[in-house]
T-cell receptor, first 113, second 111 residues
């Protein structure tokens, strides 16, 4: 069985500062990894995913995440955040042979002016 | 960009009543899912559906729940006799294989 731990429930940060949202997973099999974002009063949107290949994956809005197999981590980073990045971010994992995806508890990113 | 559409956006029902939550997945996707998110809590897997049958379900998905793809485009979640603790946001998702597209959710309030 897989599990996902998001180490920070809330991350306050000033606009234009860098941010890292931490995610660790556990699994006995190979995994696919995802970050989803949920803006206030909206549904979940896929931000980026790691399936195979390069361990560094990027989204179109400047976020990136790096798959680190030895540390079983998939931390999300952005070098300079905007007010509009304020949202809840969910790390998620699924095994390469299964259907369901397990979500972490979420990290609320709050960007302050 | 293709979307997953969920209706209604908000439903209020009395305890013990049956509800049907509706979803239209993306047309060329093969896998369909229901998740729920109780207010302030994590997103929980309910069920996955592939090739017209349930492929996996969680312990939450008991006999009160059922899913159906009645006409090749809609994907429904039925709760037979709602309880107060069923109040949550219910998200439908579909995927080609991995990496879901979620709908915007149905907020179910059981009173």
């Amino acid at each position: 069985a897989q599990s996902v731990t998001q180490l920070d429930s809330q991350v306050p940060v000033f606009e234009e500062a860098p941010v890292e949202l931490r995610c660790n997973y556990s699994s006995s099999v190979s995994v696919y990894l995802f970050w989803y974002v949920q803006y206030p009063n909206q549904g979940l949107q896929l931000l980026l995913k790691y399936l195979s290949g390069s361990t560094l994956v990027e989204s179109i809005n400047g976020f990136e995440a790096e798959f680190n197999k030895s540390q079983t981590s998939f931390h999300l980073r952005k070098p300079s955040v905007h007010i509009s990045d304020t949202a809840e971010y969910f790390c998620a994992v699924s095994n390469t042979g299964g259907f369901k995806t397990i979500f972490g508890a979420g990290t609320r990113l709050f960007v302050k002016a | 960009e293709p979307e997953v559409t969920q209706t209604p956006s908000h439903q209020v029902t009395q305890m013990g009543q049956e509800v049907i939550l509706r979803c239209v997945p993306i047309s060329n996707h093969l896998y369909f899912y229901w998740y729920r998110q109780i207010l302030g809590q994590k997103v929980e897997f309910l069920v996955s559906f592939y090739n017209n049958e349930i492929s996996e379900k969680s312990e939450i998905f008991d006999d009160q729940f059922s899913v159906e793809r009645p006409d090749g485009s809609n994907f429904t979640l039925k709760i037979r006799s709602t309880k107060l603790e069923d109040s949550a946001m219910y998200f439908c998702a579909s995927s080609p294989i991995y990496g879901y597209t979620f709908g915007s959710g149905t907020r179910l309030t059981v009173v």
